[in-house]
């Protein structure tokens, strides 16, 4: 059986406060766009995993479709799978790729084994992996707050627009990004920001990761600077990094970005 796990994109992202089990209190928009991997599992006579296109940083052990094997065979009776991942999406991105991978295989194991497992029971599972992967459950677009892992639906659309995401050479960790911030009381909930017009975003909505990582990092404020030169309503790094998307109301000429960077148009 075979999923196409989806990246995400953060539209702003507020971090409000530092919590006592050393995680950050946030809120963020999670969009879902068209950038995927392939991952497919055959029941097998062991476990196995096997990965292709982009290379993935770490021991196969730690790869999250491994943990969540794990997790899930602690409470049912599993058979091995043989698994097999297509590395599409940046690494390092702030796409959340591997969060992505680990929700999908949940949901890949739910059909292939009849575990009837609901997706809020899928949410619970894959939380212990990541603040990121309860979203690629449904992966509709959803206001996210607490450790980025509590939602509640928006009604957001951007299918009549241009979206363009460009990864620049460069690799930002999660944990060095919320490093750098010092965390913040929003003043007005990106809930209510987020129901303005598109054009009226880049005056509000904001990622509070941009300023520490622009200083680590200028090649990534350099892509935003580009993408509102090249006449992006709204422009705006995802998550902690190092992608950055921008909103367009057509498809931008983008030739001068491309030399350096990776340039995915219509996401
Ligand atoms: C930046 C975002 O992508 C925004 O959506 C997420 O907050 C990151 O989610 P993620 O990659 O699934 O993060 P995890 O793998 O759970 O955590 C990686 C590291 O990020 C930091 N972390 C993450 C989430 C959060 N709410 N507060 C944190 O401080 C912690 O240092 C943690 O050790
Ligand atoms: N299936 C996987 N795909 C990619 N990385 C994985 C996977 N499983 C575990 N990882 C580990 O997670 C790290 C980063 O993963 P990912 O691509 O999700 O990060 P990201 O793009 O920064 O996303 P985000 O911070 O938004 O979750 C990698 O360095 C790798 O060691």
């Excluded at 062991?46 to 943990?67: H, M, R, Y």
């Excluded at 929700?103 to 609901?118: C, G, I, Q, R, V």
């Excluded at 992996?129 to 707050?145: R, S, W």
């Excluded at 990761?209 to 790094?237: D, Q, W």
Aim: charged share 20%; hydrophobic share 40%; with cysteine.
């Amino acid at each position: 059986m075979i999923a196409f796990p989806n990246a995400k994109i953060n539209i702003g992202l507020n971090i409000t406060e530092r919590r006592a089990d050393g995680y950050h209190n946030l809120e963020t928009i999670f969009y879902p766009i068209n950038i995927t991997d392939a991952l497919e599992i055959v029941p097998a006579n062991e476990l196995s995993f096997e990965a292709s296109g982009l290379g993935i940083p770490g021991q196969v052990e730690d790869n999250l479709c491994i943990k969540g094997y794990h997790l899930l065979k602690a409470d049912f009776d599993l058979p091995p799978v043989k698994i097999h991942l297509h590395k599409h999406i940046p690494i390092g991105a702030g796409l959340g790729g591997g969060s992505s991978d680990a929700a999908f295989f949940f949901k890949l194991m739910n059909k292939e084994f009849s575990l009837n497992l609901s997706n809020e029971q899928m949410r619970d599972y894959v939380r212990v992996l990541g603040a990121d992967c309860a979203f690629f459950i449904e992966g509709k677009p959803v206001y996210a707050f607490e450790k980025g892992d509590q939602f509640e639906p928006v009604d957001l659309d951007l299918s009549v627009y241009h979206l363009v995401l460009v990864m620049p050479p460069a690799h930002v960790s999660t944990a060095e990004a919320y490093r750098g911030v010092k965390p913040q009381p929003s003043e007005r909930s990106l809930k209510e920001l987020v129901s303005l017009p598109v054009g009226d975003w880049k005056q509000y909505i904001r990622n509070d990761f941009e300023t520490s990582i622009f200083k680590n990092h200028p090649v990534i404020r350099g892509v935003k600077s580009a993408l509102y030169e090249a006449g992006a309503l709204y422009a705006c790094m995802s998550g902690s990094g190092a992608s950055v998307f921008g909103v367009f109301k057509e498809r931008p000429d983008l030739s001068a970005l491309e030399k350096d960077n990776q340039v995915f148009y219509n996401v």
